[in-house]
């Protein structure tokens, strides 16, 4: 089959169009290509690339790009190791839409201005490998500098740009938009891509993809948020790159390297590049090469938490048993009717953006998590959810932290909600975080979660915890970008428990014993 103007233009009214199985044959090699699309073929019959070993070569689609394939939607965000392809992937994939669809607008955006110029050379070394008479023809460029490729006879366009402009894609309709390195983009990152992502149709194609960059940034935000906006995750592990191997088996498996082996089909060859691997890059290692989507995004700074625990936690979280309000209030445990509950607060403005208003709400007792609330909430509308939910949990006991919008949630909840239960402290109601309580009552949650994270269930507060650092002044807080509005609930509400803990009966504080933080 010869890749003429007459295919393109016919193949590229359906690209996704299935065919059937195929050999298809580069060389010495044959390729069965199973169900292979129009897209598929025309990637392998038509454009070139530099292979590791230097030399040119047919775009071969390895393990994380046929995943890739198989998985993607319109919105797509990609977590991987280093050197898995997708980049060259997805550039692939859109230069033949670009190619073969007049009008259309395709933008790739790399983090900075050295990755650009490499994007761009794979693109453009697309075009260059082309056959001839399509160069010479339909696919003319009238521009082929600064980034772009304009093919003046589709009406089409082909740039690679980069993330320093906030004003990125504004006055454009961009069909395919890909993001690339978005973990590493500049400070404003959130920004441009918002101006990117507003350019794109509703049936147009979007990729974000990056490896790893600290646990907080706007990768990181849209990777945690990717099911509320609608966009698939993927993600590609360093053991999906078939060149990372030794020569030999390592010996000696360790736990951690056994499980790898059973749970991921990882060798032992695979096994001893990862050894040699962290041994020469240490703690970046899990970051720069990913085995676990969690684990990947190590925060910037020291983090307060146990980090290990923390992600052990994370894996063994079941989904909450109910949830209400769009998933703003989750249930773990159900009250329970002798028991007694305490319900920790902290309050924010109540804005579209900023902090987020968020209560805990823990057993007395046994300091297990039932229930959590998080959303943005004006004070008002904050003491009416915290009072429903207190008198859903046997009037449990309100502690409302009262820097700030907290004096108006406790007045709310005091005057308009007539709700008793509320903590005092000093006289005063409610609990007041100052640079004296704040170390001890972060360190008392601290150590509750280290001796017992069994008692912890939510994905929020658990991520949170991985992003709350120590700064080189002494101080405790969520590192840039980041979120700690279920870490202060929660120590609130621990702060207090550990307070009241001798007014506890005789029979409940034997049941404390062994979880008293």
Not at 83 to 105: D, H
Not at 163 to 176: E, K, S, V
Not at 274 to 297: G, H
Request: a negative charge; hydrophobic letters at 40%; one cysteine or more.
């Amino acid at each position: 089959m010869s890749a003429n103007i007459s295919l393109l233009e016919e193949w590229g009214q359906d690209l996704d169009q299935e065919l059937p199985t195929m050999e298809w044959t580069h060389g010495d090699k044959t390729i069965l290509v199973e169900r292979p699309r129009r897209r598929d073929i025309l990637m392998l019959q038509c454009l070139k690339i530099r292979q590791k070993d230097k030399r040119l070569g047919p775009l071969v689609p390895n393990r994380a790009q046929r995943e890739y394939e198989k998985q993607r939607t319109k919105n797509n965000i990609v977590l991987k190791a280093r050197q898995l392809g997708i980049t060259t992937y997805v550039a692939a994939r859109f230069f033949v839409e670009t190619i073969t669809q007049p009008g259309t607008l395709t933008v790739q955006v790399a983090h900075d201005q050295e990755s650009a110029e490499e994007i761009f050379k794979i693109v453009h070394r697309f075009w260059e490998n082309l056959p001839g008479d399509l160069r010479r023809g339909r696919l003319k460029t009238s521009r082929a500098n600064v980034r772009q490729l304009v093919f003046p006879k589709l009406d089409s366009e082909y740039r690679v740009e980069t993330a320093a402009d906030p004003n990125a894609g504004r006055g454009l309709t961009i069909h395919n938009l890909h993001c690339s390195e978005v973990a590493r983009w500049p400070r404003d990152g959130a920004e441009t891509l918002a101006s990117l992502r507003a350019a794109v149709p509703p049936d147009g194609e979007i990729v974000l993809e990056s490896t790893p960059n600290g646990a907080s940034g706007v990768f990181y935000e849209e990777w945690q948020r990717a099911a509320e906006t609608g966009y698939t995750r993927h993600f590609f592990p360093w053991w999906y790159e078939p060149t990372y191997v030794v020569d030999h088996d390592a010996e000696n498996l360790n736990e951690e390297e056994s499980e790898l082996m059973k749970r991921f089909g990882v060798n032992a060859k695979q096994i001893g590049w990862r050894r040699t691997n962290r041994s020469s890059l240490r703690d970046l290692a899990p970051q720069e090469f990913a085995e676990d989507a969690s684990a990947c995004f190590l925060a910037s700074g020291e983090c307060v938490f146990e980090l290990k625990k923390i992600a052990l936690r994370i894996e063994r979280c079941g989904p909450p048993l109910d949830s209400w309000d769009n998933e703003r209030i989750l249930v773990w445990l159900p009250p329970v009717a002798s028991h007694e509950y305490i319900v920790g607060v902290d309050p924010a403005g109540g804005g579209t953006g900023g902090d987020y208003a968020t209560a805990q709400v823990i057993d007395r007792v046994t300091g297990m998590q039932c229930a959590e609330l998080q959303g943005h909430y004006p004070p008002r509308e904050l003491a009416e959810r915290v009072a429903d939910l207190a008198r859903s949990y046997n009037q449990a006991l309100v502690v409302v932290e009262r820097n700030n919008h907290g004096h108006a949630v406790l007045a709310y909840l005091n005057e308009r909600e007539n709700y008793q239960e509320l903590f005092e402290q000093d006289g005063q109601l409610g609990w007041l975080t100052s640079a004296a309580t704040r170390p001890a009552m972060v360190e008392n949650f601290a150590a509750v979660l280290a001796t017992a994270p069994q008692l912890f269930h939510s994905g929020r507060l658990l991520n949170e915890c991985r992003t709350f650092v120590r700064h080189t002044d002494g101080s405790t807080a969520a590192s840039a970008g980041a979120h700690d509005d279920c870490i202060l609930a929660m120590a609130i509400a621990f702060a207090a428990r550990k307070a009241l803990a001798g007014n506890l009966s005789k029979a409940k504080l034997a049941a404390l014993a062994g979880f008293n933080g």
